[in-house]
């Protein structure tokens, strides 16, 4: 028998980027995570309430970190910027999506959509951040961004 827990997941150095203003944001999407993950394990109105409170605040943070994202990588022109882009918007329309399903009263598990966000956010920091961390590296090893970026 597993014991339970208030967290769903807990922030790693694994996943750090190493750009210290990204780390952050990716370590208050865990703990927003988290949060929604709390929201999750009781059944009554009042959680339902919590959840969708919950939820919208995941979802303004992950708009705002995914813009300031999608800032840095237009300023050091990255390559795959489009295709970076399209990923954070079909998981913004997919959280979307799902959250109007709730509201709309479709069959929905909460705690299904949380275990989704943890699983999509951490394995986009993994693969496709990590991927712009390395290129911003590498700028910095040729000596192309200058003193802009402190990574």
């Not at 028998?1 to 370590?27: C, F, N, P, R």
């Not at 969708?52 to 813009?67: E, G, I, M, Q």
């Not at 295709?83 to 999506?97: G, Q």
């Not at 399903?101 to 986009?124: A, E, I, T």
């Amino acid at each position: 028998m597993t014991e339970e827990t208030d967290v769903l997941v807990e922030w790693d150095d694994k996943y750090s980027v190493g750009i210290a203003l990204i780390d952050d944001q990716h370590k208050e999407l865990v703990r927003l995570t988290n949060e929604l993950y709390l929201g999750c394990r009781a059944g009554d109105d009042e959680s339902k309430d919590f959840f969708l409170k919950a939820v919208r605040s995941v979802l303004d943070y992950t708009k705002f970190h995914f813009s300031a994202e999608e800032k840095l990588m237009g300023t050091i022109k990255y390559p795959k910027y489009a295709e970076h882009k399209k990923e954070h918007e079909d998981f913004v329309r997919e959280m979307v999506n799902d959250v109007k399903s709730f509201q709309d009263g479709k069959k929905f598990v909460p705690n299904n959509f949380v275990r989704y966000l943890k699983d999509w956010v951490l394995s986009h920091i993994a693969i496709s951040d990590i991927l712009y961390a390395r290129y911003i590296y590498d700028l910095k090893k040729q000596g192309k961004l200058g003193g802009v970026f402190k990574a």
